[in-house]
């Protein structure tokens, strides 16, 4: 079996790309098995200090494993434990970009909408089409698109099945930024290396506050933001970049 998860180390980033052509990358469950062991490893060790998440230029991924679904029963698919993999990679310290080119579908879209930012090909398009299928998104699609570009837009995404290009998924929040079909990795990438060229203590700390402002109040959010502050500034990451910046060098950080 050819692994259905590809990793290739390029220090400080690692990049993971979605590996079922056949079946436009859907989701199915030992892909999702395998997407949360690899990310979980490369987590754990400190000199990732990005992960970008892919698929090929064709798609990102076309959703669920539609074959899966249909031969399941609703016990089934709760005794499968898929919640724990969304939360596992919701869970994920190290900043994680989704490189999205082509069809981002589903539980693809719903994957994207997982990682803390998106860069995507002016070929990405992202959808929602489960009530074609007489089922409804259900790793977070409903929740995560509606506070990404607001009620309006989600509803017209998950209601009608229509699909959002890549201008229109950045003019309505969803995607960071758009870049050149031809170039949709190696953008990803360059971004990628400028998050890790930061503090990696920041930089964790900074994605779990901004992760806060969407899914808590006001001053929950800001409560832990200044926790969080005191926390960076505790770091030696902290005294390196700001003794780096008076003295004009480069810092050095080492995530500590
Ligand atoms: N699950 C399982 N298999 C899928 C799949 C999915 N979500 N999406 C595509 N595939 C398979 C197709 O069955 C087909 O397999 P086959 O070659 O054995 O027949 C193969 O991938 C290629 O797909 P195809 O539909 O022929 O490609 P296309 O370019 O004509 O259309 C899409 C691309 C993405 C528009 C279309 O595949 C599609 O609508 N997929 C389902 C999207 C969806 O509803 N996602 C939500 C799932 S809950």
Request: some cysteine; hydrophobic content about 45%.
């Amino acid at each position: 079996m050819p692994d259905l998860v590809l990793v290739e180390r390029e220090e400080p980033i690692a990049v993971v790309l979605l590996n079922r052509p056949q079946q436009l990358n859907a989701l199915s469950d030992a892909l999702m098995d395998e997407l949360v062991t690899r990310l979980q490893e490369l987590d754990r060790d400190d000199a990732v200090r990005c992960i970008v998440l892919g698929g090929s230029e064709r798609v990102f991924a076309a959703g669920a494993d539609i074959g899966e679904l249909a031969r399941s029963s609703a016990i089934e698919l709760y005794y499968a434990r898929r919640v724990e993999r969304w939360d596992a990679i919701r869970n994920l310290w190290t900043p994680l970009l989704a490189a999205v080119s082509g069809y981002c579908l589903g539980g693809g879209c719903e994957l994207a909408l997982s990682c803390d930012l998106i860069v995507a090909s002016e070929t990405a398009r992202f959808g929602q089409p489960e009530t074609s299928l007489g089922i409804i998104p259900g790793a977070g699609g409903t929740q995560r698109l509606t506070r990404a570009v607001g009620k309006a837009t989600a509803m017209d995404v998950i209601l009608s099945g229509r699909l959002l290009s890549a201008d229109e998924a950045h003019a309505a929040g969803l995607v960071a930024r758009v870049v050149a079909r031809e170039a949709w990795l190696d953008e990803a990438k360059r971004v990628a290396r400028e998050i890790a060229s930061k503090g990696p203590v920041a930089t964790r700390l900074a994605k779990e506050a901004v992760n806060r402002a969407y899914e808590s109040t006001l001053q929950l959010g800001l409560d832990y933001e200044r926790r969080a502050l005191y926390l960076s500034f505790a770091s030696e990451d902290a005294k390196e970049g700001l003794t780096a910046f008076t003295e004009k060098r480069k810092p050095d950080f080492k995530g500590r």
